[in-house]
């Protein structure tokens, strides 16, 4: 199974910027599709982005198309999520899921494996 830890959450202003992490272990990412997924106080946990096992291939949600980019080194087990031009309604914690299926999927249901999150809290 894989291991997954989250970092380099924190507090921003508004159209700041912040990159989050998350390192694998126990496994090699090349076997995993994986997902950033967010939730915010009272409300469901979202897909955020999701990118394929290669990381040849990504998939947003619409909210934060065109400002976040999801990336994936599969030599140093990391996932990244570049976070721009930020917005108070982005605060949550923000979760690195994986699955071993080959599809990018939006449901959090599919995704087997998980961090332990880390917060985001935009300020206005």
């Known amino acids: 199974q894989v291991q997954l830890a989250e970092s380099g959450g924190g507090l921003v202003q508004a159209g700041g910027s912040l990159r989050l992490s998350c390192a694998a272990s126990g496994r090699t990412l090349t076997s995993y599709v994986m997902g950033w997924f967010r939730q915010a106080p009272g409300k469901d946990r979202d897909f955020v982005a999701g990118i394929s096992r290669s990381g040849g291939s990504t998939l947003y949600a619409d909210s934060v198309k065109g400002r976040f980019t999801i990336s994936k080194d599969n030599v140093l087990n990391m996932v990244y999520l570049k976070m721009d031009s930020l917005k108070p309604e982005d605060t949550a914690v923000y979760y690195c899921?994986?699955?071993?299926?080959?599809?990018?999927?939006?449901?959090?249901?599919?995704?087997?494996?998980w961090g332990q999150g880390t917060q985001v809290t935009v300020s206005p």
């Open positions: 899921a994986g699955r071993r299926l080959s599809d990018i999927v939006y449901s959090q249901y599919e995704y087997a494996y």
